[in-house]
């Protein structure tokens, strides 16, 4: 499964932007091939291979969109009220019967328009006079009130498109063309470790000096909101042998192996070394906080990203990294991460050069707007700093201050993954 090429790691070390990273991974990964039918039900989520054309227009029919009268625009009031005796009734679900000129057609919503008519009086502005018959004022333009055939979408049109990740209205589209299933993209099979001898999984006994492995949930989590197959691998000790036997071992049977810690440059980061002795490997120093070096690399052909170990760095660095290599193994157009603008509750001085994510909940301020409330401290290592707010202040490169009041770019942590 060779789904990256080898000269994405000839650089070295230098400092790579946000986008800049982001392009390389975009430019060089190579998307599977395979694809799978799925039943609709089973579809939201995927990513769909082929482009989906209507095989019928939308409506299907041209129909009534009121509870009314439906008639001929020829026959439209000009400048007084006119009655016209009611002849038919059209249901929904049923063909109606053709008008004769100078007749209306009671009609309910949904209802195809008898031959004949092109035009409905909302059952609201009409009356019934003492003969029965109906009283339809003037004023009204022709084709008011007909949802023509074809007006959402004519037959033949690529309503969805290839690449895109469905949705659960995508989904309802192939429904109402009367399709069954999507041909879509097989899933991402993702292996994942957990790193380091401070590790103890939970349900396990806890030695004093461990504390229980997280992340390795958290990225699974929002692997499987991506989509992905995950095979949950466990703990590596920080042993460089085994580590390396292991990540080779897994190599064949996923598109993508992702480790967590280990991949500063203390002396007991062996993710470095283990990945160098059986592929090859970069560090990648992203301009980013939180998040320290990720390390990128090509095991047998098959891509290799090792995330920081703390929590925050982990689940910042994923939004950023394997989050587009698995669109990019999907062969996926994700839509562009756009931050939504909010107001700073909060005062923020950082470095320029580098992109920062600020932990924030929103609230609404007095005035209705919403306003980003920075979590009240910053380690990377804090879960709570997840747990307790609603997404991520976006901070640009070029940013070094912020103070309350500014518009700044939020984004919820549902749209990250
Ligand atoms: P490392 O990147 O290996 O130096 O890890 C940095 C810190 O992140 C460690 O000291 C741990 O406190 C924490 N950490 C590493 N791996 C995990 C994990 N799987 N779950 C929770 N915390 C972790
Ligand atoms: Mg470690």
Known sequence: MAQLSDDCFAFGGPMLSVDEAV???????TAVQEMEAVPLVAADGRILARDVAAPLPLPPFTNSAVDGYAVHGGDLPRKNEKAFPVKGRAQAGAAAQAAKPGEAVRIFTGAPMPENTDTVFMQEDVRLDERGQVVL???LKAGANVRSAGEDIPQGHVALK????????DVALA???GLT????????RVAVFSTGDELASPGTQRAAAQLFDSNRFMLIAMLRRLGCEVSDLGILRDERGPLAAALKRVAGAHDLILTTGGVSTGEEDHVKAGVESVGRLVLWRMAIKPGRPVAMGIIAGTPFIGLPGNPVASFVTFVHV???VVFALSGATPAPLVAMPVRAAFTYRKKGG????VRAALRKAADGALEAVKFPREGAGLLSSLVDTDGLV???ESVTTVEPGETVGFLGYANLM
């Open 354 to 357: 580098r992109r920062e994510y």
């Open 175 to 177: 429904a109402a063309f």
């Open 181 to 188: 299933q999507f041909d879509v993209v097989r899933r991402i």
């Open 23 to 29: 392009g390389i991974i975009a430019a060089k990964v």
């Open 322 to 324: 394997v989050r587009p």
């Open 137 to 139: 004022p003037a004023g």
């Open 394 to 396: 976006e901070l640009a």
């Open 162 to 169: 290839a690449g895109q990740r469905l949705r659960p209205q």
